[in-house]
Each structure stands twice: as C-alpha cells, then as structure tokens.
Antibody
Framework: QVQLQESGPGLVKPSETLSLTCTVS?????????WGWIRQPPGKGLEWIGS???????YSNPSLKSRVTISIDTSKNQFSLKLSSVTAADTAVYYC??????????????WGKGTTVTVSS | EIVLTQSPATLSLSPGERATLSCRAS??????LAWYQQKPGQAPRLLIY???KRATGIPARFSGSESGTDFTLTISSLEPEDFAVYYC???????????FGQGTKLEIK
C-alpha cells in the first residue's frame, strides 16, 4: 500500500526558505510516476505547486515557479520542496502526492495527510 | 490559463437526496477533469478522473459527466459520509500542469 508522509518545520520566518520532505513507503519512487506538492491556505482551496519525475525532470505552477525548487532522492525514496522568500501568504497545509504516471495523464491519486506550515516572525 | 468555476458554492441537501455539482471550464480541457472529495482535517480523496471514470474503491453512487466545457458530479443518493467539500481539477496535456476549482461545500440540510 502506497503511503506518503510530509515532514519539516511547522514555523518559518518571513523572507526565509520553507523546506519540506515527503517520504514514500510501499512503492518505489523510481517506478514511473511523477510526485507532486499541493498546498491549501487556511479556509481556502487547493493550489498545485509543482511535480518531479525520478529522473529529476520538474514542472511547476507558473505563479510560483521563480520561488520553487523540487528535488528527489531515489536512494531514500523521498522528494523535497523548497519555497524561497516566503510571506504570510505562504501559510498553508502542504500536501505531497503521487501525481500522474509518465505514460498517461492522470490526477494525483495518493496523498499524504498534510503538514501545516505557518509563516510568522 | 484555464479557470474552473464551480457552482453552487454551497449545496444543502438531506441524506437520500440526489446531488448535482457543476464545474465549468473557461476553455477545453480535453476531458482531463477530475473530482476530489475533502472532509475537514483530511487530504483530498480522488473520486473521478477523465471526467467520468470512477477511481479505485469509489462507490457507484458517484458519477461524472461532461458536455463541452461543462462537467457534472452526481451523487445519486446521499449518504451521511458524503457531506464534504468537492473540488474539480483540470490538467493540461503536456506539461501536465493543473488547476483546481474553488470548491462546492455539500452540507446537511
């Protein structure tokens, strides 16, 4: 059974870099899927941040692209998100998810439980 | 950028009733349209993909349909556990960037 678990600091200061890691269990991160990050500000809707393939290929939301870095560590079965120059508007629950297969377009089908990140001094 | 507009914002119904939720795309999404259910404090759960295909383990009372750029999620007979927020999501062909609608809250009347 595929499971994903987000981890990282729950509090980040304004202008600093938010860093999160997603650990995947029950499935090899190298097995033909993209892996993604999605966030949800308090009381608001969902926003896709970006996704990565095991080869390192990435694509991200154009509105966040300049601040987003997504990386992958296949040896640890993990992928990570860095979001730079954060402001209070980046306060949200951050989810990692198994995104589309590389052979056919599909929506994210397995999600982590989410981790809350607050941007505050 | 494709914009998804969901309606209504809130839908108040009773268990056993039929629910119809709408999602309108600002332009063609080539049927890469999905529906998610989200309950408070939980991650979204995939219900429907490719506009009308049920995801693994999703009950048959959930169905999706499309007509041009208009998409509909129908719950044939509401169960108590169906009251939640529902999001539609579209993604482009390649790169498969995606956006969500603003959500419809299905509440108990």
């Amino acid at each position: 059974q595929v499971q994903l678990q987000e981890s990282g600091p729950g509090l980040v200061k304004p202008s600093e870099t938010l860093s999160l890691t997603c650990t995947v269990s029950g499935y090899s991160i190298s097995s033909g899927y993209y892996w993604g990050w999605i966030r949800q500000p308090p009381g608001k809707g969902l926003e896709w941040i970006g996704s990565i393939y095991h080869s390192g290929g990435t694509y991200s939301n154009p509105s966040l692209k300049s601040r987003v870095t997504i990386s992958i560590d296949t040896s640890k079965n993990q992928f990570s998100l860095k979001l730079s120059s954060v402001t209070a508007a980046d306060t949200a629950v951050y989810y990692c998810a198994r995104d589309t297969p590389n052979t056919v377009i599909r929506p994210a089908d397995v999600w982590g439980k989410g981790t809350t990140v607050t941007v505050s001094s | 950028e494709i914009v998804l507009t969901q309606s209504p914002a809130t839908l108040s119904l009773s268990p056993g009733e039929r629910a119809t939720l709408s999602c309108r795309a600002s332009q063609s999404v080539i049927s890469y349209l999905a529906w998610y259910q989200q309950k408070p404090g939980q991650a979204p759960r995939l219900l429907i993909y490719d506009a009308s295909k049920r995801a693994t383990g999703i009950p048959a009372r959930f169905s999706g349909s499309e007509s041009g750029t208009d998409f509909t999620l129908t719950i044939s007979s509401l169960e108590p556990e169906d009251f939640a927020v529902y999001y539609c999501q579209q993604r482009s062909n390649w790169p498969p960037e995606y956006t969500f609608g603003q959500g419809t809250k299905l509440e108990i009347k």
